[in-house]
């Protein structure tokens, strides 16, 4: 069926209009030929049933009254046995005709020409240049006599399967000539309603951040194609503001280090003759360069993540071995910070993924809680096992992220104002939301808390 709609799909409107008018042509002509059938089928039944009843009164009155009966009942008087032409005759008028004979076989009254042949059977005569179809039944009694009867099939017969023909005949002629018509209004109809979108993809192309096709939900043609269209622009609108938001963090990133480097060469100049203040300049020129290297290095990194080429290579992990031991390693970081770190984490938590980059994940989260928390913060890590998943937390007692900005923490280049302050390039949570993505995991940060508090659920192998 599937292969059938991708076939038809690939037709032109020609040939669609045209194979579905033969199917509908070919449906009307199947439903009158099985209606003639089953009218056919009963006038035959009838006419069956009158032979069958017939050749029983003949009988009978053969047996009771004898053959005078016989000929009296059918005005056989004069003639008791009837030629070739005259049995033709009598067909031709509509009339029962029949031979008994005896035992013997012989003729007792009737058409001579008709000979005994048991059951039903069809014959066709010739006369007067026209075919008359007989139908006709044979049956031997217990007593020896055999009774032929033949009667012309029944008149309705030939009408219905005449108005039949005529039926067929004039549907043909009708889908002959109705089709080039269809054709014409169908693709009169269509060239309009695609004109008219077409008008209204050329208005909307002058501003396609800001303006969306709205009079194709009346178009019932393309609606889906103007459905479409509305969501490609609403994916490249938002594409767009990325590019521009990356282009212009690039651009900051990389002005106020670069400037930095600038005035370390400018003092390099003025202080050659004094070594030591050479090797300071030097350091710190060479620490700018590292931030800009890093930059690029967390570009490269996001857009490897994002490529989902990581995933052909996941494999099952003990995630909750991994976040022990990497929480455990960042304990003596926390306290050198007079801060705490408080680790929660459950036994026997798997799931399909990348150990290097589930690292990096939690490697950013509590590197950012390090960085961005109170003084003698509370940092925590837990991991906890769910019904359809797991999840995991990490958090800080505060000061947290303002609700107006949480929006945007994700974004590439995002950087709050008061972050700005600490080294960074607002990729860290960037590649923290891709990383979740890899993993078809979630990741959200929790509103009204008094730090910040990220939570990941995860989706785990049993």
């Keep these: 069926m599937l292969f059938l709609n991708k076939l038809f799909n690939k037709l032109s409107l020609f040939s669609r209009l045209f194979i579905t008018s033969l199917l509908l042509l070919i449906s009307f002509i199947a439903v009158l030929y099985f209606y003639a059938v089953k009218q056919v089928s009963a006038l035959n039944t009838e006419t069956r049933n009158e032979i069958t009843t017939h050749i029983d009164e003949v009988h009978a009155l053969y047996k009771e009254d004898g053959l005078e009966a016989v000929l009296d009942e059918y005005e056989l008087e004069d003639t008791p046995k009837f030629d070739h032409q005259t049995f033709l005759s009598r067909l031709d008028?509509?009339?029962?005709?029949?031979?008994?004979?005896?035992?013997?076989?012989?003729?007792?009254?009737?058409?001579?020409?008709?000979?005994?042949?048991?059951?039903?059977?069809?014959?066709?005569?010739?006369?007067n240049d026209e075919m008359i179809q007989a139908i006709g039944f044979g049956k031997r009694f217990d007593d020896g006599?055999?009774?032929?009867?033949?009667?012309?099939?029944?008149?309705?017969?030939y009408e219905v399967r005449r108005q039949t023909k005529q039926a067929v005949l004039?549907?043909?002629?009708?889908?002959?000539?109705?089709?080039?018509?269809i054709y014409w209004v169908a693709r009169n109809y269509?060239?309009?309603?695609?004109?008219?979108?077409?008008?209204?993809?050329f208005e909307v192309s002058n501003d396609p951040s800001n303006q969306r096709l709205e009079e194709y939900k009346s178009n019932h043609t393309f609606y889906g194609l103007g459905k479409s269209i509305n969501q490609m622009l609403d994916e490249m609108t938002k594409v767009h503001k990325q590019a521009q938001t990356m282009t212009v963090g690039i651009a900051h990133d990389l002005k106020t280090p670069l400037s930095r480097v600038a005035n370390r060469i400018q003092m390099m100049q003025q202080d050659l003759d004094d070594k030591a203040h050479m090797l300071t300049h030097i350091d710190k020129a060479n620490s700018e360069?590292?931030?800009?290297?890093?930059?690029?290095s967390n570009l490269i990194r996001l857009n490897e993540i994002e490529s989902g080429k990581r995933k052909a290579g996941f494999k099952l992990l003990n995630v909750s071995d991994l976040v022990l031991e990497l929480?455990?390693?960042?304990?003596p970081v926390f306290e050198d910070a007079g801060k705490q770190l408080t680790i929660s984490v459950v036994d026997g938590v798997r799931c399909l993924g990348d150990a290097d980059l589930l690292n990096q994940l939690i490697s950013n989260l509590l590197e950012n809680a390090?960085?961005?928390s109170e003084e003698q913060a509370n940092v925590w890590i837990r991991l906890q096992s769910q019904f359809d998943g797991a999840r995991l937390q990490i958090g800080d007692s505060g000061p947290g992220i303002n609700s107006e900005i949480a929006a945007f923490v994700f974004e590439r280049f995002y950087r709050a104002d008061y972050s700005r302050k600490q080294?960074?390039?607002?990729?860290?949570?960037?590649?923290?939301?891709?990383?979740?993505?890899l993993h078809d995991a979630t990741i959200t940060l929790l509103p009204n808390q008094a730090g910040a508090v990220f939570d990941i659920e995860l989706p785990i192998e049993r």
């Design 289 to 296: 360069l590292q931030s800009i290297v890093q930059t690029f």
């Design 190 to 201: 269509l060239s309009a309603q695609s004109s008219q979108l077409a008008k209204q993809v």
């Design 145 to 157: 006599t055999s009774l032929i009867l033949q009667t012309p099939m029944n008149h309705d017969i």
């Design 370 to 372: 390090l960085r961005y």
């Design 93 to 127: 008028e509509h009339e029962i005709t029949f031979a008994l004979l005896s035992a013997d076989g012989e003729l007792i009254t009737g058409a001579e020409s008709l000979t005994f042949q048991n059951g039903w059977h069809r014959k066709r005569y010739r006369f």
């Design 327 to 331: 929480s455990e390693s960042y304990a």
């Design 423 to 437: 080294p960074g390039n607002g990729l860290g949570l960037s590649i923290v939301k891709a990383i979740c993505d």
């Design 170 to 181: 004039l549907l043909i002629v009708f889908a002959l000539v109705s089709f080039p018509v």
